[in-house]
């Protein structure tokens, strides 16, 4: 479950029950300062931390996710859009699963899906797409219609890292 508080029309505070028993609380009054609080929050299971990029216009939920998922355990990169994310991926490191919003300025989740599944060092990124449309987007790996439960987005992010590190694995053996 998650509910967002709005206080003067604008976003406060996102609250989401991550697991049972597991609650936690986003202070989004303002973008990067957070106030969190959580109660038995289980750690990744990884060799090493598993890179993760959030792609959304929206900084307060952006920066919240990515705060999430650093307390997680996951290295996390962001950007506003999809251009920026492009210009942002690491090509000697890439992340391993990328959030994308679809409906974006400059360039949108769709056209980022469509670049990443053309480059052939980008293409085996797994890709979550996030939107408030119900259309599941072709080339995306996982879809979450907004708004959606923070603890199945968090379960599809360490499947999908996993994956990736099960199929780099059998690569290597090769």
Sequence with gaps: MVALQTRAGCASSLTSIVDPGEKLTVDI?????????????PAIVADAPRRVMVVDDEPDLRDGLMALLRIKGYSVTGAGDGSEALRRIDRSAPPEVIILDLVMPVMSGSEMLAQLRKDPALRGIYVIVVSATDRPVSGADAFFQKPYTVSALLAKVQQLCLAHTSMAKLTARR
């Design 29 to 41: 009054t303002s973008v990067g300062s957070f106030a969190m609080s959580l109660s038995r929050l």
